[in-house]
C-alpha cells in the first residue's frame, strides 16, 4: 500500500465485525476510499453510515425507497446487489462480513473477478472451503482472515510447508467453569454473557457451545490446507494468545494481543502493510501478567468431535453440521430449545446425512435448504430426545 488508498467495499457494514471495520478505515481514513457499504435490514444505520463515509453504492435487502437520498449513493438491492459489488474492479479488496450463507456467492464473484478478500464469514469455507480456496488460487486472490484466531495463525506462518502443528485458542466461553448440568439449564442471557468478546448473538451462543471453534478448526483446514491430525484446540481463558504454531523443529510462534476485533480487521484490510491503529501500544505484558492453557473437556463441549468428524469426512459433512447447528441455535435463541439440544440436534442431522464427496455450488445450497428443512421439522416435533 502506497499513498494511494485503498479501495474497499464493506459487505455488512451495519453488523458487529463492519462497524468495527469502520471504526479502523475512520482512524486509517486518508489510507481507504469505501467503494460500498451493505446491510440486511438496518437501512437506518446503513444510511447513517452513507451519510458519513460517503460510498458510491449501498446495498440493502429493503425496498430501495427506504435508502433514497443516501449521499447520492447508487442503490442496490438483495443478494444481485452484492454481487454486483463484488464484481466492480475498482474494489482493491472487500471485507465479507455478512453472517450465513449470503456471503459465499459473493465471495466467490469477487476471487473470479481478482479481487482480494478480507474473510470474516465462517460459512464461507465451511460449507465450500475446498471450492472457494482452489479458485482463489487459480485467481490469484489473497483471503486473508479475520477471526483472530485465523488472522494469529496467518501472522506467525513464514513457509507453511515447515509448519508442524496449527494450535488455535479458546477461551472457554461463559461455561467453561460450569458443570453439564448447568449447562444443560442455562438461560438464552447466561449463554450470551461471554466473558471476553462482544459479539452478535449466533456467534456468542457458538462460542457458549464451543461449536465456533469447531467451525474454526474445518477453516483452518481450508486457509492453511493443514491435516485435521495436526489442528490442536487450547483453552485460554484470558484472550491475549489468539493461537500459535509448531514449527518442525519444536520452535512454538504464538500471536498476542488484547480482545479486541480492531486489531484483526486493521491487519486484514491493510495487508500486507501494518500501522498505528486504535489499539495500537495497548499491551503490557506486566499488567496482563497470567497467562493460563489447559485441555479442552471433549465430553463436555461435544461440538468439538462433530466438527472434526465432519471436516474429516469432508464433502457435503460440513455443510450438514453448519446448517443444522445454525437452526439449532435459532431455536434456543427463542427458547424452543435448551442449550444442550443445540449437540443433540446436530449429532442426529449428521447422523441422518448422506455426505455427497464433491458437491457443487448448487448442491451445496441444495443440502443446505434440505438441512434446515428437516432440522427445523425435528426440532418442531421434539424428534431429536435421546
Not at 486504535?278 to 499488567?287: A, H, T, V, Y
Request: hydrophobic share 40%; glycine share 6%.
Amino acid at each position: 500500500m502506497d499513498n494511494k488508498k485503498r479501495k474497499i467495499s464493506i459487505l455488512g457494514s451495519t453488523g458487529s465485525i463492519g462497524r468495527q471495520s469502520l471504526e479502523v478505515i475512520e482512524k486509517l481514513h486518508d489510507r481507504f476510499e469505501i467503494v460500498a457499504l451493505t446491510a440486511g435490514s438496518n437501512t437506518e444505520l446503513l444510511r447513517e453510515q452513507a451519510e458519513r463515509f460517503k460510498p458510491k453504492y449501498i446495498c440493502s435487502n429493503s425496498s430501495p425507497e427506504s435508502l433514497k437520498g443516501s449521499h447520492n449513493a447508487k442503490i442496490l438491492q438483495g443478494n444481485e446487489g452484492l454481487e454486483e459489488i463484488c464484481s466492480n474492479r475498482e474494489n482493491d479488496i472487500i471485507l465479507v462480513a455478512v453472517s450465513g450463507k449470503i456471503g459465499l456467492k459473493p465471495t466467490l464473484k469477487a476471487i473470479e473477478n481478482g479481487i482480494d478478500i478480507a474473510l470474516a464469514n465462517k460459512e464461507t469455507l465451511v460449507m465450500a472451503g475446498d471450492i472457494v480456496m482452489k479458485k482463489a488460487k487459480e485467481a490469484n486472490v489473497n483471503i486473508i482472515p479475520v477471526d483472530s484466531e485465523h488472522c494469529a495463525i496467518h501472522q506467525c506462518i513464514k513457509d507453511i510447508s515447515q509448519v508442524e502443528k496449527l494450535i488455535i485458542t479458546a477461551s472457554g466461553g461463559p461455561f467453561l467453569n460450569k458443570t453439564v448440568e448447568e449447562m444443560k439449564s442455562a438461560t438464552v442471557s447466561q449463554a450470551l454473557a461471554h466473558p471476553r468478546w462482544n459479539m452478535g448473538q449466533k456467534i456468542t451462543i457458538d462460542s457458549a457451545t464451543l461449536m465456533n471453534k469447531g467451525l474454526e478448526i474445518i477453516e483452518a483446514h481450508h486457509l492453511f490446507n493443514m491435516p485435521y491430525e495436526k489442528t490442536d484446540v487450547v483453552i485460554h481463558p484470558q484472550s491475549i494468545v489468539h493461537s500459535a504454531i509448531e514449527y518442525v523443529d519444536g520452535s512454538v510462534i504464538a500471536q498476542l494481543g488484547l480482545p479486541s476485533m480492531h486489531i484483526p480487521i486493521q491487519y486484514a484490510i491493510c495487508y500486507p502493510q501494518r500501522f498505528e491503529g486504535i489499539k495500537s501500544k495497548s499491551f503490557s505484558f506486566s499488567e496482563i501478567a497470567r497467562l493460563d492453557f489447559e485441555k479442552p473437556d471433549f465430553d463436555k463441549f461435544p461440538a468439538l468431535n462433530l466438527a472434526y468428524n465432519a471436516g474429516k469426512t469432508g464433502g457435503s459433512a460440513t455443510v450438514c453440521l453448519n446448517a443444522a447447528n445454525e437452526e439449532a441455535v435459532f431455536a434456543f435463541l427463542k427458547d424452543e430449545i435448551k442449550l444442550y439440544d443445540i449437540y443433540e440436534i446436530t449429532e442426529k442431522m449428521m447422523e441422518k446425512h448422506t455426505p455427497v464427496k464433491s458437491p457443487s455450488i448448487d448442491e451445496i445450497f441444495e443440502i443446505d435448504n434440505e438441512i434446515r428443512l428437516l432440522t427445523r421439522e425435528n426440532i418442531k416435533q421434539r424428534n431429536f430426545i435421546k
